[in-house]
């Protein structure tokens, strides 16, 4: 495959993220001629020499389910931590199945925006916890002032409650709803109307316990899913419409840039 060198790259950081590892940088070196390691500029093409073996094969099961293997996940996550493969690995084939992701094109595009949205499956839950200036940059609604965001700042309860009261079927600051239904999942479930519906969709009661979302890996990784099926991803997918995908998925092109290098490294493993 080629890759085009973007600012901040380094042979290192690109043999980590198509190779899956950073010392093979040399390997990348090999094949495009380059003597001088740290001499690669901007904008240059490279060759990445990714083989295809017979592992890479689009896995199918006799029942004509998708089952990928956990050595194929890691190959398609490869700053992915074992345990957290050993952990998700169940679930994703369950909800590959349940939700028709069944294609090695519908795979791979769902495979790279988990990957992106979750960090290569570090984070199940919204980080909350913000800084002063992060509040007054990310939240500025909701914190107009200094003072205000001072007063919230390293607090993700409070954050939390306030950002997202009044809405998505919330109640008010002080109801703690927000806090209480805040972004969980690998492509987070947001607000009490998502959670009342994705709960009837899973046929769990979710409201009482929210935090089953995080705690059971089965939900953790269904909110992709149902997200995903709710929002018709899977004709998008079928075409190839990354753009479009993200868009739905992010409601702008935020990490377009990863979610592409992931989708051309899982492309890669399928063989698609």
Known sequence: MKYTVKPGDTLSKIAAHYLGDASQYTAIARANHITDPQAIQVGQTLVIPVERGPAQAF???EAGVCVLSARQLAEMMPDAKAELIEHYLAAI???LS???INTPLRVAHFIAQIGHESGSLRYAQENLNYSTKALRSVFGKYFPTDD???AYARKPEKIASRVYAGRMGNGDEASGEGWAYRGRGLIQLTGKDNYRAFSQAVEQELLENPELVTDNPQLTVATAGWYWDSCH???YADQDALKQITRRI???YNGLDD???RLSRARLVLGC
């Open 59 to 61: 896995p199918v099961s």
């Open 93 to 95: 084939n369950v909800c």
């Open 98 to 100: 349940r939700y028709q």
């Open 148 to 150: 205000l965001a001072e």
């Open 233 to 235: 991803l899977n004709q």
């Open 250 to 252: 992010n409601g702008g």
């Open 259 to 261: 979610r592409e290098q």
